[in-house]
C-alpha cells in the first residue's frame, strides 16, 4: 500500500465526498422508502462540520476508509481478472478449437517446405519515417 496523504486539503476533501454521499444516500430513502432520512441527514452535517471545521480529526477515519478501499480493490482486481479469463477468454479459446480456428499459424503441415514468409518489401521514404504504424 502506498504511502497516504494527510494534509488537510486531502482530509477536507474527504469529509466533503462522505458528506455528500451521505446526502445522497438521504435522498435515495427518501425517494425510495418515503421513510423520513434525518438520522442520514445528521451524519452527512457532522462530516460536512468536520470537513470545513476540524479536519485534522477526520484523520482515522480516513486511514481506516483508505484501508478498507485497498483490501477492495485487492478482492475487485482478482475477481475481475477471474470473470475476464475463465467467462471470456476460456470459451472463446473452446469454441475455437471446436471449429480449428488457428490464429497464429501454429499448426504443422508435412508437405510443406518451410514456414517462411516473405516480409511485403516497402519503399523507404520520409512520409514512412514519420507515420511509422
Known amino acids: 500500500m502506498e504511502k497516504l496523504n494527510y494534509d488537510k486539503k486531502t482530509l477536507?476533501?474527504?469529509g466533503i465526498t462522505m458528506g455528500v454521499a451521505f446526502a445522497v444516500i438521504a435522498l435515495a430513502i427518501l425517494a425510495r422508502h418515503k421513510h423520513s432520512?434525518?438520522?442520514?441527514?445528521l451524519v452527512s452535517a457532522a462530516w460536512f462540520i468536520f470537513a470545513f471545521s476540524r479536519p485534522g480529526?477526520?484523520?482515522p477515519l480516513y486511514i481506516i476508509w483508505m484501508k478498507f478501499a485497498f483490501i477492495l480493490s485487492w478482492i475487485n482486481t482478482r475477481i475481475i481478472l477471474f470473470v475476464?479469463?475463465?467467462l471470456l477468454f476460456t470459451p472463446m479459446g473452446i469454441v475455437m478449437r471446436i471449429f480449428g480456428v488457428d490464429l497464429l499459424n501454429r499448426r504443422i503441415e508435412k508437405d510443406k517446405g518451410?514456414?517462411?514468409?516473405?516480409a511485403l518489401k516497402k519503399e523507404f521514404s520520409k512520409p514512412g519515417y514519420e507515420r511509422q504504424f
Open 12 to 14: 477536507k476533501k474527504f
Open 37 to 41: 432520512p434525518v438520522p442520514v441527514l
Open 57 to 59: 480529526l477526520l484523520k
Open 84 to 86: 475476464i479469463f475463465y
Open 114 to 118: 518451410s514456414y517462411w514468409q516473405k
